[in-house]
């Protein structure tokens, strides 16, 4: 399991619905992310003109779920010559914090979604913390061009391991499969 640490007060943590007193996951943060930005773009209005979106497709029988990201980003040259990728958030109403103390310092939702993937996908290739090899990520790419009013676009395409969780009282929720060291 890669441990994430959240920042206090964040929106999401990381935690287990089973463990909530437990350790805290990358695999379970990057899904609470992505799945709060799905239920944010189904709840609230979109900034006119972007075209960013998420869908997220669970399988309950093969316990994955098909996520689709695009995400209209700036980059920018930065010093020493690499390049970095802003994120605005393209829905109006947003609650979303990143909490402090924290891995993660995104100042909004499409920002901390784009990191957490990027985060994840690096985790991934990383032999030491994926020896079972496991590509849960098999699209990670910024690609420069106009796009939604912004220079590029950040996609990404997964095939989560997901784990249906049953919660004391009646009703399930689903959160990201632990599969990293």
Not at 69 to 96: E, I, P, Q, R
Request: hydrophobic letters at 40%.
């Amino acid at each position: 399991m890669s441990d994430h640490i959240s920042g206090a007060g964040a929106s999401v943590s990381g935690k287990s619905y089973s463990d909530p007193d437990g350790p805290t996951s990358k695999e379970r943060y990057v899904y609470g992310i992505l799945g709060l930005l799905e239920q944010e773009e189904n709840n609230l209005s979109r900034i006119a003109e972007r075209t960013d979106r998420i869908t997220i497709t669970a399988n309950l029988s093969t316990k994955t779920a098909a996520i689709d990201l695009l995400l209209n980003v700036v980059a920018a040259n930065a010093a020493g010559g690499s390049t970095s990728y802003t994120a605005s958030h393209y829905l109006t109403g947003s609650t979303f914090t990143s909490g402090t103390g924290g891995d993660s310092t995104a100042s909004n939702l499409a920002q901390a979604a784009m990191e957490a993937v990027v985060a994840l996908k690096l985790l991934e290739l990383d032999p030491a913390k994926n020896p079972n090899k496991v590509t849960a990520i098999t699209r990670c790419q910024h690609i420069l061009a106009a796009s939604g009013g912004t220079n590029a676009t950040f996609s990404a395409l997964l095939e989560f391991p997901i784990e249906i969780i049953s919660l004391p009282g009646g009703g399930s929720v689903i959160e990201g499969k632990v599969f990293l060291n």
